[in-house]
Structures are given as structure tokens and as C-alpha cells.
């Protein structure tokens, strides 16, 4: 188990080198300038020249490409960088070490397995806590906004909170409700919940988040006249003034419309699928045998069926991370979301290189993070794949 993830680490890092290449490359041959702006008034030729020099504009594909990719680490801190993570690298080798060989019962063994586990966890905290700077990753931006790791990851933030909100909303309803479905297969229940996923899951996203805002915010409050719901940004004026149960309502009558806009259309996915793999388990011979032995209903579902058939959502869920964010881009616009969605917009629309590139890399990061996840889950949830 433990060569394949370091397989899948592997592989990982080839495929974020793959997507830095395919992304410079279509950002260069995607049409305009950065300083096509600039262009437009002929006074600004010497202006131009300087910027021109100052980002390497100038210079072969090649070394364009070659610079930005060797500046994803500023040199200052690369030695610091390099021993913090060669520690923490080292430290986690040993503790997965320890962790494979748990079956050995030899009492020498037990410390030292306890000292690669401590070893791990102090190393990793002392990894966070030095809060390694990478303001000079990626240069700054062409619009003037700043470092570009500084805008990247002040936007994340946001989105972060609204994926993973979204994320845990389709996982409660969704989940359940195709386990449900397949349990009362073709009943009534089943064809509405059928006929509702198939509506959810072919409505372009923007409809939803319209229909959203204008049924339960705009709506909602005619009727009753109390405004649950909040349509644009993620905090009212005077947030920092409420007492701290208020922020929490505030930020969650903020947050509720877009993350429910994205998360139907997962719930109606999660569903389907969940009800496809529940019915293939609950057809299979061994849960004809778990019910021969006289096992209780609930625990044939839950501790035979439903584990088996969590198999293949964690391959969906995981592949679900790219709609989410792909999602986002679109919900954050309707509901300006300060998110990383409307800095990629605004970037897309100035032509904004630096900024294009640094979010399609830190994407990429996260659905490769989310892969090697899924892996090691399966690992969890069936043991056969531990052993092969």
C-alpha cells in the first residue's frame, strides 16, 4: 500500500508538470496582451518597453516558462523550505512505516512504532507553524493588485468555504436519499426522486442560482417579510460589530443560496449513483447470505451493503471537486462571492498571466490531492486493494 501512494505521488507531480506546460501554453497562444491596453495610447511606447523587460515578455516561450516555473519557490527560502519539508517527508515515511507493520507484536517494536507516529505530528505542526512566505511564488500581478500568491490564496479562502460547504450538503442528502431509493425500488418515492435528480442534474447552474435568489430570497421575504437569505457577498456592513452567534447566522444567510445552488446539482449525482451501486450490492450472493444467517435488516444494510457500495461514490466524490469549483466560478459571479471564481474572471478579462496560471495550477493541486485521497480510502474501505 504504501509504494502505491508513493506511485501515486509520483505520478502526481508528472501530471501537475504536464498541466503547468498545457496551461502556459494555452495562455500564450490564447490571443492578447496584458499591455494590449497600454497599446492604445502612443505615448505609452517607452512605458511598455520597461514592463515589457520587467516581466520577460520579451523573451523565448522556452525561458518564459522555464522563469515562472523556477520561481514557484523564491531562492531566499528555498533552503528553508527544502529542510522543513525533507524533515516532515522523512518523518511521515517513518511513522507510515510504523503504521504498516501494526500486526508485529514484539515489544521493541511498539515504541519505536509510538515514536515515528509523535515524530510525524511534531514535524508536521512545526511545518505549519513556520508559515514558509512564498510572496515572491509566481511574481506579482499584471494589473498591480499585488503578489499573486497573496491574491490566489485571499480569494481561496472564500471558496474553500463555500466548496466544502457545498460538498458536505450533497453528501448528506445525496447519499441518503439514493440508499433510500434503492432500498424502495420503483416505488413512489424512488420515481420522484428519480424524475427530480434528472431535472436537478440538466439545469445549467446559473438557472438554479437565479431561481434560488429569486424564490427564496426575493419571494420568501414578500410573503413572510423576513429576509432569511442574503444574495450578494459574504458578509452585511457591520459584520465585525455583531456579537459572534450573529456572524455565524450572518455568514450562514450568506452562504446558504450559493452553496445550496452548487450542491443540487451533486446531490442529484450522488443520488443516482448511490441508488446504481446500493441495487448491484443488494442483488449480490453474499448479501443473500448475510440475510440466510438471520442478521438483522439493519445491519445487513448498513455493515454489508452500504459499505461495499460506498466504493464507487468515493471515485464520484472525489472527480466531483473539478464541478464543484467549476461551479463556484459561475456561482460566485451571480452572488458576488468574493471567491477565487470572480478573481479568475477579472483575470481572464485583463489578460492577467501571472494570476490565470497560478489558479489552474492551485486547482490542479487540489484535484490531484483529492485522487491520491480517494486511493487510500479505497484502501480503507476494501482491504483487498491493501494487499495488492
Excluded at 414578500?222 to 456592513?237: A, E, I, S
Excluded at 444494510?301 to 461495499?308: C, E, I, S
Excluded at 459571479?333 to 474572471?345: K, M
Aim: aromatic share 14%.
Amino acid at each position: 500500500m504504501f509504494a502505491y501512494i508513493v506511485r501515486r505521488l509520483v505520478y502526481g507531480m508528472i501530471t501537475l508538470l504536464v498541466l503547468s506546460a498545457l496551461v502556459f501554453m494555452l495562455v500564450q497562444f490564447g490571443g492578447g496582451s496584458p499591455l494590449d491596453r497600454l497599446k492604445l495610447n502612443p505615448r505609452m511606447a517607452n512605458v511598455i518597453q520597461k514592463l515589457t523587460v520587467k516581466y520577460g515578455l520579451d523573451l523565448p516561450l522556452w525561458q518564459q516558462y522555464f522563469k515562472w516555473l523556477t520561481g514557484f519557490i523564491s531562492p531566499d527560502r528555498f533552503v528553508v523550505l527544502g529542510a522543513s519539508a525533507w524533515i516532515a517527508f522523512s518523518s511521515v515515511l517513518a511513522a507510515t512505516v510504523g503504521l504498516l507493520f501494526t500486526k508485529i507484536k514484539a515489544t521493541w517494536w511498539r515504541p519505536l512504532r509510538a515514536f515515528g507516529i509523535l515524530v510525524m505530528w511534531v514535524s508536521f505542526f512545526w511545518f505549519a507553524k513556520s508559515r514558509i512566505d512564498f510572496a515572491m511564488a509566481w511574481g506579482d500581478s499584471f494589473r498591480g493588485d499585488g503578489p499573486v500568491w497573496d491574491l490566489v490564496f485571499g480569494a481561496a479562502g472564500a471558496t474553500f468555504r463555500l466548496g466544502v460547504t457545498a460538498l458536505m450538503l450533497a453528501l448528506v442528502i445525496g447519499l441518503p436519499l439514493g440508499v433510500f431509493q434503492a432500498v424502495r425500488q420503483y416505488s413512489f418515492f424512488d420515481q420522484v426522486g428519480t424524475l427530480g435528480s434528472f431535472i436537478a442534474f440538466s439545469t445549467p447552474i446559473f438557472i438554479v442560482a437565479t431561481g434560488l435568489q429569486v424564490m427564496l430570497a426575493f419571494y420568501l421575504e414578500r410573503w413572510t417579510g423576513l429576509k432569511l437569505f442574503f444574495t450578494v457577498g459574504m458578509t452585511q456592513v457591520g459584520y465585525r460589530d455583531l456579537g459572534r452567534l450573529a456572524q455565524i447566522g450572518d455568514i450562514v444567510r450568506h452562504l446558504a443560496l450559493p452553496a445550496l445552488s452548487i450542491a443540487l446539482i451533486s446531490i442529484a449525482g450522488y443520488a443516482r449513483f448511490q441508488r446504481a451501486a446500493m441495487l448491484e450490492v443488494l442483488h449480490s450472493d453474499y448479501l443473500r447470505t448475510a440475510k440466510s444467517k438471520g442478521l438483522p435488516r439493519r445491519t445487513v444494510l448498513v455493515k454489508h451493503a452500504l459499505r461495499n457500495a460506498l466504493l464507487p461514490i468515493v471515485t464520484i466524490v472525489t472527480l466531483d471537486v473539478a464541478g464543484i469549483i467549476g461551479g463556484a466560478i459561475i456561482t460566485e459571479s451571480i452572488f458576488g462571492w468574493p471567491g477565487v471564481g470572480r478573481l479568475y474572471i477579472g483575470a481572464i478579462n485583463a489578460v492577467d498571466y501571472p494570476v490565470i496560471m497560478a489558479i489552474v495550477m492551485v486547482i490542479g493541486m487540489g484535484i490531484v490531492f483529492m485522487n491520491i485521497i480517494a486511493d487510500i480510502l479505497y484502501g480503507v474501505l476494501d482491504p483487498r486493494v491493501r494487499y495488492e
